[in-house]
């Protein structure tokens, strides 16, 4: 086996196996039914493939245009999805939940 398949076997593997922690981690974490699951995973899963197809069909005409894109689409929208200032206080109430979640530092910890 050559390096691209194998690559790709083990991408498809770790996509698939996200699923397999994010649905229990959703339904503890934010009180989501899991239908409601299952639909942002659908959705989810519906606009990973639109993307791949449309960056494959920009890479197949634009090979050189084509990471600069990516790169540029992904800072855009990392820079708009950053925490305003009206959201800090939702994002004061988040954190220490999320902190718990992943195991780090609690607030007034003194860590």
Do not use: C, D, K, W
Request: no cysteine; glycine share 10%; aromatic share 6%.
């Amino acid at each position: 086996m050559t390096v691209g398949p194998a690559l790709i076997v083990f991408l498809v593997t770790a996509h698939f196996a996200e699923y397999t922690y994010v649905r229990p981690f959703l339904e503890e974490h934010t009180g989501l039914t899991p239908a409601a699951i299952a639909l942002l995973l659908l959705v989810h899963g519906v606009f990973g493939l639109l993307g791949n197809v449309a960056a494959g069909a920009l890479a197949a005409r634009r090979a050189r245009v084509s990471p600069t894109t990516g790169i540029s689409t992904t800072i855009v929208l990392l820079a708009l999805s950053a925490p305003s200032s009206a959201s800090r206080r939702q994002h004061r109430l988040v954190r220490p939940g999320l902190r718990r979640a992943v195991g780090g530092p609690r607030s007034g910890s003194g860590s």
